[in-house]
């Protein structure tokens, strides 16, 4: 991202910085977090399979940068958000929307909480999905 200011890559690790002060378990970056993001999309696509706490866990990525994106200028978001986009799209081609009663049986999921949580994959594998399967 060449075209980004002092300015720029000062708000991303600002923001930063924030997260990590409000219990983030450190000051991750941007391209740490879109990595982390498709990543999860991509095992999701593939078909998901660890347990359902890691899922949740894999889950917060989405969180941290729907959190951090107003934080970061606007040319951060112009730069990124086709990126982020494209990643959103991909996880909801691969998952349903189920208004979050799946994961909702593990994880407290909540109206303020992003649609991302509202989704399950549809293709779960192993332990996932006998969790997920599991009354």
Not at 7 to 24: T, V
Not at 39 to 67: F, H, I, K, Q
Not at 108 to 121: E, S
Request: charged letters at 35%; proline letters at 2%.
């Amino acid at each position: 991202m060449s075209d980004l200011s002092a300015a720029d890559y000062e708000s991303i690790d600002r923001a930063s910085r924030k997260r990590h002060e409000l219990g983030w378990c450190k000051a991750f970056n941007l391209d740490e977090m879109l990595g982390a993001w498709e990543s999860l999309v991509a095992e999701v696509e593939a078909g998901y399979g660890l347990m359902v706490d890691e899922y949740t866990n894999d889950l917060a990525c989405r969180d941290w940068l729907a959190v951090v994106w107003p934080m970061v200028t606007e040319r951060v978001r112009d730069a990124w958000s086709p990126e982020l986009a494209a990643l959103d799209a991909r996880f909801k081609e691969a998952s349903e929307d189920d208004g979050g009663q799946a994961i909702g049986r593990f994880y407290r999921v909540q109206g303020k909480d992003g649609w991302w949580w509202r989704r399950r994959p549809k293709n779960g594998r192993g332990e996932f999905a006998a969790d997920l399967a599991s009354e």
